[in-house]
């Protein structure tokens, strides 16, 4: 019987990515298979996030309840990966030394050397301070040189063109725990992509922390940006759609803009983080564009695509937030009109230079705006769906429908999930992995119906 692997995943779509590649890495080197239930593993690794609070209890609170598995399993290897792995290193094994192995977002292709031997007998006593094996460091592109072939898993897919983040933006720990920028080269990038089309990959999402500053080395000693990355991955065979995120607005540039005029296969939806609405309270984040500049960007975004939908990230309660301040976002919402978008309270860092700037919003007050925030979000993405209705729309055909497997289910290019029924002439796995045309018939909240699927190719 092969040995079996778990990983819980917190936070965001790159650690998802890394999660897989890790399953991938151990399938390859150990054997492993990975299962759903921890209950049913043999080696259980989470891979933390630590982007807002609560991450280390979140991390210990799930480790806690595994160390009872390890006290009547002593063969049982527990790993910790990620950014609070990154952060924390050592200090984790002091809290939990039935821990074996920390590695960071950087290390996980190490992990093979890293994990013990299977013990097959005798008994360990799971509170010495063992040596655990630990490697935070941040080896750049030796990770992906070292890490085997991806493996499609349906018909859209991550690639990870870019790692860690030099933008050091006051509020955010990510520059700290995943290292400065790099960039994979190019070659390497759509070598990733062409594997992915061959494997029945449709729709690839190009992911980094910022990832559109990615600028790839060539093969001919030069430099490729991400909008003419964006246009060779448009003509390998097969792929039909693509997306990128996070961006970051300073660097979206001209090039980058223009390329959502004129290549089809990009997507008609572009997650922009702003933040905030204020120019003062964007100072104080370090993001280096006002509200003016931001708002140029979608200007010109909308110019050559006229029917870009546009997400955000938004902070809410940074240090200093006023009410004229937090005005200003809610007013830069209802300028830009965006889609369903994503807020936070603010959360202060260790190590992050805004943790030391004083805050003397209090908690009530960052709810009860955060609240308000989310209210009108809420209505301005149920308004895009509800407008969509009656219209008919491109989606990528992913598998059967959540709620009743007797039903299909895509997405939009503007990112909704659309459920509909399968067409009596076709068997569902016919469709899977299609693009269709597809009437939209009814819209809630968190999905749409559609009808009478226009089958394209
Ligand atoms: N690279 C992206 C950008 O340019 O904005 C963001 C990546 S960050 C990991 C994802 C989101 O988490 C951010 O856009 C921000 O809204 C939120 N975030 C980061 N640090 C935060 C903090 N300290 N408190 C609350 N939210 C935070
Ligand atoms: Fe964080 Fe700012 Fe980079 S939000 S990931 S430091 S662009």
């Not at 895509?410 to 067409?423: A, D, E, I, K």
Request: aromatic share 8%.
């Amino acid at each position: 019987m092969p040995r079996k692997l778990y990983i819980r995943t917190f936070g965001c779509q790159m650690n998802e990515y890394d999660s897989a590649r890790t399953a991938d890495l151990l399938e390859e080197s150990q054997g492993l298979e990975r299962v759903d239930r921890p209950e049913d593993a043999d080696v259980l690794l989470v891979n933390t996030c630590s982007v807002r609070e609560k991450a280390a209890e979140k991390l210990f609170s799930e480790i806690g309840r595994w160390r009872q598995w390890k006290k009547e399993r002593p063969d049982l290897v527990i790993g910790v990966g990620g950014c609070v792995a990154s952060q924390e290193g050592a200090a984790i094994r002091e809290r939990a030394p039935w821990v074996d192995v920390v590695y960071g977002p950087q290390t996980l292709h190490r992990l093979p050397e890293m994990l013990p031997e299977p013990k097959t007998s005798g008994s360990v006593d799971i509170e010495s301070k063992r040596r655990p094996a630990i490697d935070i460091t941040f080896p750049e592109i030796e990770k992906f040189d070292r890490l085997p072939e991806p493996r499609a898993d349906g018909p859209t897919a991550f690639v990870s063109i870019m790692e860690g983040c030099s933008k050091y933006c006051t509020f955010c720990v990510v520059p700290y725990t995943r290292g400065e920028e790099f960039s994979r080269p190019f070659d390497a990038v759509i070598a990733e992509i062409v594997s992915l089309a061959e494997q029945g990959v449709r729709e690839i999402t190009l992911l980094g922390q910022n990832v559109n500053a990615w600028r790839g080395a060539m093969y001919d000693g030069g430099e490729c940006d991400l909008a003419e990355l964006i246009a060779y991955a448009a003509a390998v065979p097969g792929i039909g759609r693509i997306r990128y995120t996070t961006s970051h607005p300073v660097e979206m540039s001209e090039s980058l803009i223009k390329a959502h005029g004129s290549v089809d296969a990009l997507a008609e939806h572009l997650h922009l983080p702003v933040q905030s609405g204020s120019d003062e309270i964007l100072r104080r984040m370090k993001r280096n564009y006002t509200v003016d500049d931001y708002l140029d960007k979608v200007r010109r975004l909308r110019e050559n695509r006229p029917d870009l939908s546009l997400s955000s990230d938004f902070i809410v309660g940074f240090p200093g937030e006023s009410e004229a301040d937090f005005q200003a976002t809610m007013d830069l919402v209802e300028e830009v009109a965006f889609d369903a978008s994503f807020s936070f309270i603010y959360s202060a860092r260790p190590g992050t230079p805004a943790a030391e700037l004083p805050d003397a919003v209090p908690l009530s007050i960052k709810r009860e705006r955060l609240s308000r925030l989310q209210g009108r979000l809420s209505e301005l993405a149920a308004g895009v769906s509800r407008s969509m209705v009656g219209s008919r729309y491109r989606i990528l055909v992913e598998g059967p429908s959540k709620k009743d497997h007797r039903e299909l289910r895509g997405r939009t290019g503007n990112n909704r999930v659309v459920n509909f029924p399968c067409p009596e002439r076709f068997d569902q796995a016919h469709l899977v992995g299609r693009f269709v045309d597809i009437e939209i018939v009814d819209a809630f909240a968190n999905s749409l119906r559609g009808s009478d699927p226009l089958i394209l190719e």
